[in-house]
Structure formats: C-alpha cells, structure tokens
C-alpha cells in the first residue's frame, strides 16, 4: 500500500525494511504488507461464509420428501427399493406425516449439506474467534474479566435458546423458513456490523499514545545513528582505497 494513501487516512505507522513496526489498527499481514483489519475479516470471511452456508441449506431440488409412514409403506415416492430398504427397520425413517410441511417441501439434497456444511465449518470459528479478539480489545481500559464474562453468558443464553427456537420453526415451518430466518439474522447482523465499523477500530489511550510516540522516537533515533554508521563505514572505505591507491603509486 502506497505511503500516501495511509497518511491521507491519518493512521499511525511506520514502515522499516517491509515490517510494520507501528500500526493505529490490527491488520492481517503476510510480509509486511497490510491486507485487511480485523474487522473486514469478521464480517466478510465469519459472518459472510456462514450467510452462504444457510442459502445452501435451503431445498433447492424437486425431489419429494420422504415420509416416515408407520407400518410397511414407509414413503410417499413409490419406488419398491426405498420401500425394501425401510420395510424391515423397527422405526420408519423420513419426515414425520405429523409436520404438515413435509409434504409440499422438497427434500435436501446431500450435496447441498456438505457444501453448506463446509462454509458454517470455516465460517463459524472465524467469526467466535474475532468476535472475542475485537471485543476484548476495543474494551481498553475497562475491567476486562466482567465484560468478556457478560459477553461469555449472552454467548450461553444464545446456545440455549438458539435450539429451543430452531426447533420450533423447524418443526412447525419447515426448512425453508428455518434456514432462511437464520440467514435473515445473519444478513442484519452483518449490516450492523458494517453501521458500526468505526466504533470496532481500536484507539489508544493517552498513556499507550505517549508509548507509541516514545517508541517511535527511540526508533527514528536507531535509524538515524545507522545511517551514520553506515555512512562512517562508507568513508572509511573511500579512504582506505585512497591509501593503498597513492602507496601503489609512490612504490
């Protein structure tokens, strides 16, 4: 990234040899150069990929789900090997005749579960993980132990009630409304998110500022008596060839 640009957006940082040394934000880095904050990566590789995970797991595909009928016809498709294969198990497998939805919704496909699957699994601990790093950062000064405690609970109470609420959906509406209530949430917590971007960037306090000065000044004095080294070395250099030169010459 162009020094220009970082200073028209009035960062502090400082760049020395490809390492950030100094940096107003926490940005993911790979060889000294900045990619993204921390933030951007919350939203779009947590939140997003779970976003995608949800649309996946809505029944795209016309196949008839099927019922879990009591008795020897355990389905609705008719296919004598799907009838074969469940004649001879003590419960039926299949949605259950009592959910009315199970006989206007088409079944999900395997494939869209695994896919679905995939992006929740990468999505997920992306987005618990820099959920907690954020938070636990933006609180500063405050005492710490209470708020991720607070913070901690509210993620216990979601786990508790999150089930209760799925299954009510789940089994009154269906996957269609499931999936897409959940991915509803998600879309407005990214939204959200994204109102209060400013607020997630980390600022220093007056004493972390003055350390940050402190260590930036005894870093601009390392560099400065570098460059004199450097430039010492390079005259004596000259110097010594200067030497050997005129010795070269007068023998």
Not at 37 to 43: M, N, S, T
Not at 111 to 131: C, E, S, W
Request: glycine share 10%; with cysteine.
């Amino acid at each position: 990234m162009a020094k220009g640009s970082m200073e028209e957006r009035g960062e502090d940082w400082t760049k020395v040899e490809g390492e950030i040394v100094e940096s107003g934000e926490d940005w993911t880095k790979v060889e000294g150069e900045i990619l993204f904050p921390e933030r951007k990566v919350l939203l779009w590789g947590g939140f997003f990929l779970m976003v995608v995970g949800r649309i996946l797991y809505i029944p795209w595909g016309s196949a008839p789900a099927v019922i879990a009928w009591p008795g020897p016809e355990v389905n609705t498709t008719g296919f004598d090997n799907l009838t074969s294969q469940f004649n001879n198990l003590t419960e039926p497998l299949g949605c259950p005749p009592s959910q009315e939805w199970c006989f206007y919704t088409p079944a999900m496909t395997i494939t869209q579960f695994l896919v679905g699957y995939v992006f929740t699994a990468l999505g997920y601990p992306i987005g618990v993980t820099l959920i907690q790093t954020i938070f636990s950062k933006i609180l500063g000064p405050r005492p710490q132990g209470v708020w991720m405690g607070i913070m901690t609970g509210a993620g216990c109470l979601s786990r508790v009630m999150g089930p209760i609420f799925v299954s009510y959906i789940y089994t009154h509406f269906g996957t269609i409304w499931t999936f897409s209530i959940t991915g509803a949430m998600l879309v407005a917590c990214m939204i959200w998110l994204q109102l209060v971007d400013n607020k997630l960037v980390v600022t220093d306090s007056p004493v972390d500022s003055a350390q940050r000065k402190d260590r930036q000044d005894a870093l601009h004095m390392k560099l400065m008596q570098e460059e004199r080294t450097i430039i010492h070395q390079q005259e004596d250099a000259l110097l010594k060839n200067e030497n050997n030169t005129e010795l070269q010459n007068f023998s």
